[in-house]
């Protein structure tokens, strides 16, 4: 009976998420899903990223955390619109989240929409949202094991981001183990390796994004 009730909840989800993807691709908007634990600075790493992506690039974010609106603060200070929803103790976001909150966030002038999902890295791994990619964002100071871990989503995931790289040298992070991992796991796995602290690294994950939202509208 549990894994019924599992089954329905995803085909619902599906079936929402799929509706949302149709009003992304009617507009050319490409969607990425971040997905992280909580901690790994995918918040900073948007904050740094965001307003230095080129000028043909718009962008909108949406942010999910259970409660406060701290990191759309945030991203709204860099001058790029953005959105909370609140899931109040839920541990991740659904279709149905995005569906509702669609009519608030300006499609029309926008070619980008980034998710920050909420920090987890199991539960939002098998809820599509209706994104073109997910993009999987984790910190050297968690350690090298969490692809072996949490396999789902840094196999659901098109790109992974490891971050805080500065750190790299007061860290116990294997880093060999951690690619060979991942290249088990997902070698068609794009990486970056960054310091969102440091802008270490940023500029070619700047340009992967943007020749991705290029690709879809056509313009690449």
Same mark, same amino acid.
């Given at each position: 009976?549990? +894994?019924?009730?599992?089954?329905? *909840? ?10 949302? $993807?149709?009003?992304?691709? /009617? ?20 904050? #740094?990223?965001?307003? %230095?992506?080129?000028? @043909?690039? %718009? ?44 009519? #608030? *966030? ?30 999987? +964002?984790?910190?050297?100071? /968690?350690?090298? @094991? ?6 789902? *989503? ?6 992974? +981001?490891?971050?805080?790289? @500065? ?23 794009? $990486?970056?390796?960054?310091?969102? $602290? ?10 992967? *994004?943007? /020749? #991705?939202? $290029? ?6």
């Amino acid at each position: 009976m549990q +894994v019924q009730l599992t089954t329905n *909840i995803l085909k619902a989800n599906d079936a929402i998420a799929a509706l949302n $993807r149709k009003i992304f691709n /009617e507009k050319n908007i490409f969607v990425i899903n971040i997905i992280s634990s909580p901690g790994a600075g995918k918040t900073t790493l948007l904050e #740094k990223v965001l307003p %230095k992506l080129p000028p @043909d690039i %718009k962008p909108a974010v949406i942010e999910g955390d259970l409660t406060t609106t701290k990191d759309a603060e945030r991203i709204e200070k860099t001058g790029v619109f953005a959105l909370q929803i609140n899931t109040l103790g839920g541990c991740h976001l659904d279709a149905n989240m995005i569906s509702q909150v669609l009519e #608030k *966030i300006p499609l029309d002038e926008i070619n980008l929409l980034v998710i920050e999902n909420v920090g987890n890295l199991v539960c939002p791994a098998g809820f599509d949202l209706g994104e073109d990619m997910k993009m999987v +964002v984790l910190s050297v100071t /968690e350690g090298n @094991d969490k692809p072996l871990k949490y396999p789902v *989503i840094f196999r659901e995931a098109a790109v992974s +981001v490891l971050n805080k790289i @500065d750190l790299l040298n007061y860290v116990d992070f294997d880093l060999k183990q951690y690619e060979d991992d991942l290249q088990a796991i997902n070698p068609n796995q794009q $990486r970056f390796y960054v310091s969102a $602290r440091t802008e270490e690294g940023l500029e070619p994950l700047i340009m992967f *994004i943007a /020749e #991705k939202v $290029r690709s879809k509208r056509g313009g690449a």
